[in-house]
């Protein structure tokens, strides 16, 4: 049963759909397997679904929101403590 | 395709209003107690709660002068009653007589003129009262779609915004230019990051290059603060519900407009003069934004809120419409559309936009929305520099 979302092929995370315990499957997708989730994460928010570098850009919605700032593993829960703008910085 | 129709009145300068309010309009926050007696004890009159006036720089003033007068003279407002103190600095004589310009009856009144708060709410109550009478044998005929000025507005958004409010606003956005409405995207300090999009929406190079230079501008004026944008934009119900990154907010938020091209970019407050979708300069701030979508002649504006945002305007029927269904569930006096059914999966992005288009021309011919049926009326005006 699918219980996230993927904006766009070029997405690195899906943002889910319902609420999920560590451990628990996250599918966006019915006729593939999916990632497991290594957080709890609440509806809304962002599970990845590719191993994300530090530095490197976050897709969703075929397009970046932002820099990871340590390394995501695949189900990691991705929000404000690895996620981080680039815009919305005072300084920098 | 067929051009729908809707009962609107045809106002004696062309434009078509679809409420008859009477607006109470205080020159500064001083003459708002006497307005309140106005608005509160005439059925039909409505509160312009405006607070400044005095001790704002002369750009402040004007252009606040500018935007009460386009609310004295919006098509839902059938009369104008000024209420000023005396010795502020926005004259409300002058304020009277640019509403005055318009097809609708003013009348200015002034406190220290008149003796005082109730003496002045007396006289107000009873000129309303006439200009409410007088609306009485104004009756409703056939207007086409194109007739409207539609605002999109998102406020208290969360991840549901991107994914089902905002573009089920976009599938209604598409429908209304289809009809040549004039809608307006606004919130730049909500579009860093979704430049991209945006030219590629732009009607031309030359309409993107402002479009960029309007968010450029904005970054700038919101760094020169010295402070990052985190908490602001997103703000901390906005992380709660899953958004982490202005980015993230302005790809979500930038599909209320759908797929029409971008055909002309508006300062705050000023009316589009276009047909098709147009850009407003307006903050992020929600009853601002709001404030300056109506002095540019919004009809109607169409709001959607993840979280739950229950704000309205006093002379414009705001529509709720949430992407998230367990907000609708508990907040369901507030929300006019559950776009949360897109997804649950029972309904279309489509179809849900079909259902705010048909909502909205209920609500073009009278239907109160749930922001009006609680007297919602929230008013908060653009203002750049110091209070002195």
Same mark, same amino acid.
Not at chain 1, 56 to 78: D, F, L, N
Not at chain 2, 40 to 47: K, R, S, Y
Not at chain 2, 98 to 118: F, M, Y
Not at chain 2, 284 to 308: P, Q
């Given at each position: 049963m699918r219980n996230a979302l993927k904006l766009h092929p070029a997405d690195t995370v899906v943002t889910m759909i319902a609420d999920v315990s560590a451990g628990e499957q996250v599918i966006w997708d019915e006729g593939l397997s999916g990632v497991e989730a290594l957080d709890a994460v609440s509806f809304g928010h962002k599970v990845a679904v590719v191993a994300i570098e530090a530095g =490197?850009?976050?897709?969703?919605?075929?397009? =970046?929101?932002?820099?990871?700032?340590?390394?995501?593993?695949?189900?990691?829960?991705?929000h404000v403590h690895n996620l981080k703008s680039v815009r919305g910085a005072a300084k920098g | 395709m067929t051009q729908d129709t809707f009962m609107g009145y045809v106002r004696p300068d062309g /434009?078509?209003?679809?409420?008859?309010?009477?607006? %109470?309009?205080?020159?500064?926050?001083?003459?708002? /107690?006497?307005?309140?007696? %106005?608005?509160?004890?005439?059925?039909?009159?409505?509160? %312009?709660?405006?607070?400044?006036?005095?001790? %704002?720089?002369?750009?402040?003033m004007e252009l606040a002068k500018g935007w009460l007068t386009a609310f004295g003279r919006h098509p839902n407002v059938i009369g104008s009653v000024v209420v000023g103190l005396g010795c502020e600095g926005l004259d409300p004589h002058d304020l009277g007589?640019?509403?005055?310009?318009?097809?609708?009856?003013?009348?200015?009144?002034? &406190?220290?003129?008149?003796?005082?708060? /109730?003496?002045?709410?007396?006289?107000?109550?009873?000129?309303? @009262?006439?200009?409410?009478?007088?609306?009485?044998?104004?009756?409703?005929?056939?207007?086409? $779609?194109?007739? *409207?000025? &539609?605002?999109?507005?998102?406020?208290?958004?969360?991840?549901?915004?991107?994914?089902?409010?905002?573009?089920?606003?976009?599938? #209604?956005s598409d429908l209304m230019t289809a009809q040549a409405a004039k809608v307006i995207l606004a919130e730049t300090s909500e579009l860093l990051g979704a430049e991209h999009v945006l030219r590629q929406r732009s009607a031309s190079p030359e309409i993107a290059d402002r479009l960029i230079a309007t968010i450029d501008a904005c970054?700038?004026? *919101?760094?020169?603060?010295?402070? +990052?944008?985190?908490?602001?934009?997103?703000?901390?119900?906005?992380? @709660?519900?899953?958004?982490?990154?202005?980015?993230?907010?302005?790809?979500? +938020?930038?599909?209320?407009?759908?797929?029409?091209? $971008?055909?002309?970019? *508006?300062?705050?407050? +000023?009316?589009?003069?276009?047909?098709?979708?147009?850009?407003?300069?307006?903050?992020?701030? +929600?009853?601002?934004?709001?404030?300056?979508?109506?002095?540019?002649?919004?009809? &109607?504006?169409? #709001?959607?809120?993840? @979280?739950?945002?229950?704000?309205?305007?006093? $002379?414009?029927?705001? &529509?709720? $419409?949430t992407g998230n269904p367990q907000t609708y569930a508990k907040m369901t006096d507030d929300m006019d559309v559950n776009a949360g059914l897109a997804i649950t999966g029972e309904k279309t992005l489509a179809e849900v936009g079909r259902d705010i288009y048909d909502l909205s021309l209920r609500v073009a011919e009278g239907q109160l929305t749930k922001a009006e049926a609680l007297g919602h009326g929230e008013f908060m005006i653009l203002r750049q520099g110091p209070i002195y």
């Open positions: =490197s850009r976050v897709m969703k919605y075929g397009a =970046s929101i932002g820099m990871a700032t340590e390394p995501i593993a695949v189900g990691r829960h991705v | /434009r078509v209003g679809i409420r008859n309010h009477v607006a %109470i309009i205080p020159s500064c926050g001083c003459a708002l /107690r006497a307005a309140q007696m %106005i608005a509160a004890a005439v059925d039909g009159a409505v509160l %312009i709660d405006y607070h400044e006036g005095c001790g %704002i720089t002369d750009a402040d007589a640019r509403v005055a310009e318009g097809w609708a009856p003013s009348e200015t009144l002034v &406190i220290q003129e008149q003796g005082g708060t /109730r003496s002045t709410a007396d006289k107000g109550i009873a000129f309303a @009262r006439q200009m409410v009478n007088a609306a009485k044998t104004m009756h409703r005929e056939p207007c086409p $779609i194109a007739a *409207l000025t &539609i605002g999109l507005e998102c406020g208290g958004s969360d991840a549901t915004s991107g994914m089902a409010a905002n573009p089920a606003l976009g599938e #209604f970054e700038a004026f *919101l760094k020169s603060t010295g402070e +990052d944008f985190m908490g602001k934009q997103p703000s901390p119900g906005n992380v @709660r519900g899953g958004i982490t990154t202005v980015e993230e907010k302005a790809l979500g +938020d930038v599909r209320k407009g759908g797929t029409s091209p $971008i055909v002309d970019v *508006l300062a705050y407050g +000023d009316p589009p003069t276009l047909p098709g979708l147009s850009f407003m300069d307006t903050p992020g701030n +929600d009853l601002t934004s709001v404030v300056g979508l109506v002095a540019g002649g919004s009809h &109607i504006v169409t #709001f959607t809120t993840g @979280r739950g945002n229950p704000m309205g305007n006093p $002379i414009v029927p705001v &529509i709720k $419409i």
